[in-house]
């Protein structure tokens, strides 16, 4: 197994700001014989050698080796300060491949209100094979200044899911290394459009791409990005073992999404900040969860961490369950579905749907109270999405 010997694509952006590498890392038309400006599709599972065990350029097989992908994966390492990045079939393909590089007995410091698939990965799957997981809660500095001293890999999400919490990365990275242990940070909500925890000390940052980075709802898929030689190198061969990359379909598509990721960031903050002002003076809203608040709990750390607060929106409704699912049954435009990210407005309940799977115990200890609503606010105009709001929380007291 080879790295390819052509894998010079992105270097000619590499010090544009970031907004133009957006538009540009992981491809080169210049370099491409074609001219071609936009990387082909190479739909194919292998290719031809010129002699036994003589690839041509490296190429030797897809799960290996494919150039569509690795025009996303350079893209993706550039946008994230890393030095490489290994795309995924799905998110949880990509918590998995960081997972397999570590051994039995190991111990994972995860933080508490993490996507409900990580948690189900870890405790279902991942610690039948001697992995340990102790969970605790990230935003708190006492813990990251105390994190048990045999932790092997701090994991954690900022902002996290659905209660937006922000965790404060400089203080989590630095708990960690006092500890020895490394540091994985799921960067799904805020993409390095708005935070690169690579650059503030983090040994990993993982993505559902499947969300913000394609953007269209229209690909699942995820990615791993580091910087640091010795751990890419270890990515890389328990991913091609494991066989959890992507299609060349799928890195064509996601790509083609990320290169408006800039743009579709800056329209998802500024809408969602003005809904959450909205819905924060409106009285018919109990609280309202969003960082760019300044009532909520991390407003200061997420200052700090981040260049706008995100697309994500949580609010408690009042009448709890019934009242949140007739405002939604009531909704026009934010259509009930799972997932975020996408251009397109949509609205779930935690409660019922996304984290159900959860004790309703164990949902009241992160927050997650019955009359939870989660937006996730697209790029549409936002007096559109507004009124929609406003005529469904009539309805839903009505
Ligand atoms: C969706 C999501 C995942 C899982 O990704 P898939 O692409 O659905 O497998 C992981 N982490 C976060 C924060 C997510 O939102």
């Given amino acids: 197994m080879s790295e390819p010997t052509d894998r010079k694509q992105g270097e000619r952006y590499a010090n544009f700001s970031f907004d133009t590498q957006v538009v540009h ?4 038309a210049h370099a491409e014989p074609t001219g071609a400006v936009m990387p082909p599709i190479y739909m194919t599972s292998t290719y031809i050698q010129d002699g036994p065990a003589k690839p041509r350029m490296g190429y030797e097989y897809t799960r290996t080796q494919n150039p569509t992908r690795f025009a996303l994966q350079d893209a993706l390492a550039a946008l994230e300060n ?13 918590v998995h491949t960081l997972m397999l590089t570590l051994k039995p007995g190991d111990l994972i410091v995860a933080g508490r209100d993490l996507y409900g698939g990580s ?16 969970y605790v809660d990230t935003t708190q500095a006492d813990v990251l200044d105390n994190l048990p001293e045999d932790t092997t890999l701090l994991y954690l999400e900022t902002p996290s899911n659905p209660t937006l919490c922000v965790t404060d990365l400089e203080a989590a990275i630095a708990g960690a290394k006092k500890v020895g242990a490394r540091t994985a940070v799921d960067n799904t909500f805020a993409t390095p459009a708005l935070q690169r925890p690579l650059d ?5 940052v993982l993505h559902s791409t499947t969300k913000y980075i394609c953007g269209h709802s229209d690909v699942v898929g995820g990615a791993l990005i580091v910087k640091d030689e010795k751990l890419a190198d270890d990515i890389w061969f328990h ?5 959890t990359s992507n299609s060349p379909f799928d890195a064509f598509l996601t790509l083609r999404g990320l290169r408006t990721l800039h743009l579709r960031m800056e329209r998802h903050c500024t809408t969602a900040l003005q809904i959450a002002e909205w819905l924060d003076q409106h009285e018919g809203v109990g609280k309202v969860l969003y960082p760019g608040l300044p009532n909520h709990l991390n407003h200061d750390s997420a200052k700090r961490q981040m260049k706008a607060f995100g697309g994500m929106v949580s609010f408690v409704l009042p009448g ?6 007739r405002f939604v049954e009531a909704c026009k435009l934010f259509s009930l579905a799972e997932s975020l990210g996408g251009v397109e407005s949509l609205i779930e309940l935690p409660a019922p749907m996304t984290h159900a799977s959860l004790s309703p115990e164990k949902r009241k200890e992160i927050g997650i109270e019955d009359g939870l609503v989660r937006l996730s606010v697209g790029i549409e105009d936002s007096n559109d999405l507004l009124a929609d709001l406003d005529q469904a929380l009539a309805e839903s007291v009505s």
């Avoid at 890392?25 to 080169?28: F, L």
């Avoid at 503030?200 to 990993?204: S, V």
Wanted: hydrophobic share 40%.
């Fill in 200 to 204: 503030l000390g983090a040994d990993y």
């Fill in 119 to 134: 948690h189900r990965l870890f405790d279902e799957i991942q610690a039948r094979f001697g992995l340990r997981y102790l």
């Fill in 239 to 243: 991913q091609n073992s494991a066989g």
């Fill in 25 to 28: 890392a992981g491809w080169d």
């Fill in 320 to 325: 709890g369950v019934p009242q949140s699912t």
């Fill in 82 to 94: 890393g030095k490489a990045a290994f795309t995924c079939a799905s998110g949880m393909a990509a």
